[in-house]
């Protein structure tokens, strides 16, 4: 007996949500941007040079590179069938195109990459096939990365420790905003688990969200979080804010115990 479409799908997904990461590879690597050429041949060692310039990093490789110990993970952004609308949460986001031929689907995928101290970067992939659509989300994310302020904007908690936000920022897509508010030390990140994810990724620790309009459209609601993290870089502070909340501008990137032995 054939298998429907539906059950191949979701078997494929739940087989792919248990593989590993994927992981950089850098061995055959040839650079083709001046950025690229600068970075392999040891010119460019900071990520954090190339990020105060706001130069385009249009290959991954740069990142693997200056950023050993970045992380990724897809989000969940797609449904599974189920009945009344009750399916459960995938990593794939399906649609269909109607053809004379036939159905022809296609695979959407949102990825989030971060080294949890002050880097993260957020890409979207699709493609006619899932595997493919998951590398093109982690590519897209790698090359989109960007740093972020953090530090201690709560008033309930004054320490030096850069544990949350160090003051409100907003943002929205489409009819979803997000308002993210600084949280005093040892509250957590009280949010939508996917943002949670997010803000776990890129560092912080306690922070409380504000959420309204379609917060269904997960894509809208999560692309408005990107939007309000790039708020923290782009908001003018003057030299007392930055004493007063802790403020940390600088990204910290760490190198795995096997690459410094």
């Known amino acids: 007996m054939k298998m429907k479409k539906a059950e191949i799908t979701a ?24 950025l690229g050429k600068k970075v392999f041949s040891g010119e460019v060692t900071d990520i954090n040079e190339v990020l105060d310039k706001g130069q385009v990093i249009l290959e991954q490789e740069i990142v693997d ?28 986001r399906q649609t269909q195109k109607k053809t004379k031929e036939g159905n022809k689907p296609k695979f959407a995928a949102l990825a989030v990459v971060g080294n949890r101290n002050g ?17 093109k989300a982690v590519r897209n994310a790698k090359v989109s990365i960007f740093k972020i302020r953090r530090g201690s904007g709560s008033w ?10 160090p003051f409100a920022v ?3 897509c489409g ?20 943002i949670a994810k997010i803000l ?4 912080i620790k306690d922070c409380w969200t504000q959420t309204f309009g379609q917060t269904r459209q997960k894509l809208n609601l999560l692309k ?30 760490t190198v795995p115990k096997e690459e410094s032995e």
């Open 200 to 203: 776990a990724f890129a560092g």
């Open 119 to 135: 880097i993260i970067g957020i890409g979207y992939g699709k493609s006619k096939e899932t595997v493919p659509a998951r590398e």
């Open 65 to 92: 590179i200056l950023v050993p110990n970045l992380e990724n993970d897809l989000l969940l952004v797609g449904q599974a069938k189920g009945k009344f609308g009750g399916g459960k949460q995938r990593v794939f």
């Open 224 to 253: 408005a979080t990107e939007r309000a993290l790039r708020k923290l870089m782009t908001t003018k502070l003057q030299q007392i804010h930055y004493e007063r909340l802790s403020v940390e501008e600088k990204a910290f990137v």
């Open 170 to 172: 907003e943002g929205k």
């Open 175 to 194: 009819s979803v905003i997000v308002k993210l508010i600084p949280a005093p030390i040892g509250t957590g990140l009280k949010a939508d688990h996917e």
């Open 11 to 34: 078997n494929v997904v739940e087989e792919l949500q248990e593989e590993a990461p994927v992981l950089p590879k850098t061995g055959d690597w040839k650079p083709k941007t001046d």
């Open 156 to 165: 309930e908690s004054r320490t030096l420790k850069p544990h949350s936000i």
